[in-house]
């Protein structure tokens, strides 16, 4: 019933959002979001907050209840989507798959006072299954900031603990996400109406450049799905025009996984290089002329 409602909600606002004016209950949804376990439900929660933004009144609202987290959270369970059509000229593909003979073991679990790992997520799986874990067992892998229990590690909470069907898969709903994100950054441009650079910065884009969710946003780039790499690559360069952090993104590695990138849908890629790529702070001088010329290599093999 539940879902019901939020899909009735989804479809009225979507087409009365100027008649309705701003939704109110903005926090309760995004609380919602936070505390599901239920793929259907999960889904048509962001389905209606895609529709929410349709007013911009409600995107201060998302990101003042922490809503850039929580998508951003969500965007990583792209790479849990193992059906993905595969390009066959792809021969280094980074993905989780069942194809994947050697798994990662990288995960602990805290056993009374012991410590016990490392161990690979299909291992996590059968100790769950077995219920030798529960939603509440802490956890760490390299990159969390501290142990956390299962339920608050997005990866392991939708895939152990979470139930129900899910409307659509893990890349759809990713594309979906990348879609919001990028419509929030669309309202607040970094330069006024006399092309003037506005200051400080746009909040929604200090945040997405922040060091705690850029990564994971660029690491999409990794699943080589054509939607999501033209979507990252819209993204990015819609968060870091006109940005200060726009030096320092080659730490993420963004470079190399575009370049690692065989799709034809290369326009929105070229875009993000002309506007990042001389303004690197590499300390060596040599290495954005390297980038300029395996990009214009891998676009003359497309001629």
């Avoid at 389905?47 to 911009?56: A, D, E, Q, S």
């Avoid at 993905?95 to 003979?101: D, I, V, Y």
């Avoid at 299962?150 to 890349?171: C, F, R, Y």
């Avoid at 006399?194 to 200051?199: F, G, L």
Wanted: glycine content about 4%.
């Amino acid at each position: 019933m539940k879902c019901l409602c939020l899909q009735a909600m989804t479809i009225v606002y979507g087409r009365y959002y100027e008649d309705i004016g701003p939704f109110s209950d903005t926090k309760y949804i995004l609380g919602m979001l936070e505390r599901c376990a239920d793929r259907t439900e999960r889904d048509r929660l962001v389905m209606f907050i895609n529709k929410l933004i349709l007013h911009r009144r409600n995107v201060k609202d998302i990101m003042d209840q922490n809503g850039v987290r929580t998508l951003v959270d969500l965007l990583t369970l792209a790479h849990l989507h193992t059906s993905r059509a595969v390009v066959p000229t792809q021969t280094n593909v980074i993905e989780a798959g069942p194809q994947q003979e050697r798994m990662e073991k990288e995960w602990y679990y805290n056993n009374g006072d012991q410590r016990e790992g490392p161990m690979s997520l299909r291992d996590l799986k059968e100790l769950y299954a077995s219920n030798h874990l529960t939603h509440k067992t802490k956890v760490w892998a390299q990159g969390l900031d501290g142990w956390k229990t299962i339920s608050q590690v997005p990866q392991l909470k939708w895939s152990l603990v979470a139930k129900g069907t899910p409307v659509i898969n893990e890349s759809e709903l990713a594309n979906l996400i990348l879609n919001i994100l990028i419509k929030m950054c669309e309202y607040f441009p970094s330069r006024d109406a006399d092309d003037a650079v506005i200051r400080p910065l746009p909040r929604v884009k200090r945040l997405l450049s922040d060091l705690q969710y850029l990564p994971h946003i660029v690491q999409l780039l990794l699943t080589f799905d054509p939607i999501l790499v033209e979507r990252v690559a819209t993204l990015l360069c819609e968060v870091m025009r006109d940005n200060a952090d726009v030096s320092k993104i080659y730490l993420t590695g963004v470079f190399y996984f575009i370049l690692m990138y065989t799709g034809s849908n290369v326009l929105p890629i070229a875009r993000f290089l002309q506007l990042t790529h001389i303004k690197q702070a590499f300390r060596n001088d040599d290495v954005s002329l390297y980038v300029y010329i395996c990009f214009y290599n891998k676009k003359m093999s497309y001629d």
